[in-house]
């Protein structure tokens, strides 16, 4: 049974989310855990003291407390190492707990943390930075790179209204999309190395985070009420119909190697984080390995 846990923690997070995680490190106190809480603005910093306490040896488990960014944060601290990583979530999405199906009660995470089995999860890498669920290009990217985070912490996932709406009206990319060899075109890419994304919408019906593999999730809206269709098929969980369907706009295929090229730099994003602009984007499947806590 695991008793020690460093819990990383960023204190900008908000009131609510700060009472939420004390529900929880309570609950973990209830039954005799002791437990370090390490809150740090800084992703740079934060990676210090992670490393920091591994090396000291003092603790049974790292334990990421906040959205999924957190988590690829602290799963990229933990790459090849023995010590496991466990998950409270605290963000606005949350794509890993619905991967997970956690029961997000204090006493179930509690629970989890202390008891639940650790799993080798393989990690994808993006142009070489290692992430957990998905990588995008275009659209979201932008989506993304426009959203106010402060705003975000304040409202939720209504902070995404404006932004999606601003890249909706965007004109159309133009990506080159080699997918294992085989080369393809779309105008939005998402590459997913687990089932959900945004939260509880299922993008990659046949992809899981803990098998091998990725799903290439392929976007071409001839127009731009075509794209709120398929945005829209997304949210509702009807986007593997469309991918079936002749004309849907929407391909969907298994894949280890992706490469997206595009005649300008375009937004990318990395498990739902800003991840800068370029005009190529290579994404690998296992390309790291993390051991984490699951129910």
């Not at 488990?61 to 601290?77: E, H, M, S, Y």
């Not at 605290?90 to 650790?118: I, K, Y």
């Not at 498990?271 to 800068?276: E, I, L, M, S, V």
Request: proline share 4%.
């Amino acid at each position: 049974m695991r008793r020690r846990f460093f819990i990383v923690f960023n204190p900008a997070a908000g009131r609510s989310r700060r009472a939420a995680l004390g529900e929880i490190i309570a609950a973990l106190k209830l039954r005799g855990a002791a437990v370090t809480l390490n809150e740090t603005v800084s992703a740079e910093a934060s990676r210090t003291d992670m490393l920091r306490a591994i090396e000291g040896g003092g603790f049974d488990a790292i334990i990421a407390a906040g959205g999924d960014g957190t988590v690829r944060q602290a799963a990229c601290v933990l790459v090849g190492r023995e010590i496991p990583l466990g998950y409270i979530p605290l963000g606005t999405g949350n794509v890993l707990a619905h991967e997970l199906g956690l029961d997000r009660s204090a006493g179930a995470l509690a629970q989890m943390l202390m008891q639940g089995p650790s799993v080798p999860i393989e990690l994808a890498s993006a142009n070489g930075e290692p992430f957990l669920l998905m990588a995008g290009m275009g659209f979201d990217g932008r989506v993304i790179a426009a959203l106010d985070h402060r705003w975000k912490s304040m409202v939720g996932k209504a902070a995404f209204a404006i932004p999606a709406l601003r890249a909706l009206a965007a004109p159309r990319d133009h990506i080159v999309v080699e997918i294992d060899g085989s080369q393809h075109s779309a105008d939005w890419v998402v590459v997913a190395n687990a089932r959900y994304y945004g939260g509880h919408f299922v993008i990659a019906p046949l992809t899981e985070i803990r098998t091998s593999g990725l799903s290439a999730i392929l976007f071409r809206a001839k127009s731009k009420a075509m794209l709120a269709q398929q945005l829209a098929d997304l949210a509702l969980g009807r986007l593997h119909g469309r991918a079936q369907r002749a004309g849907g706009g929407v391909l969907m295929l298994s894949a280890r190697q992706v490469v997206l090229t595009c005649s300008r730099p375009l937004p990318l994003q990395i498990d739902g984080d800003a991840f800068g602009e370029a005009q190529r984007l290579e994404i690998s499947a296992a390309q790291a390995r993390i051991q984490l806590i699951v129910p």
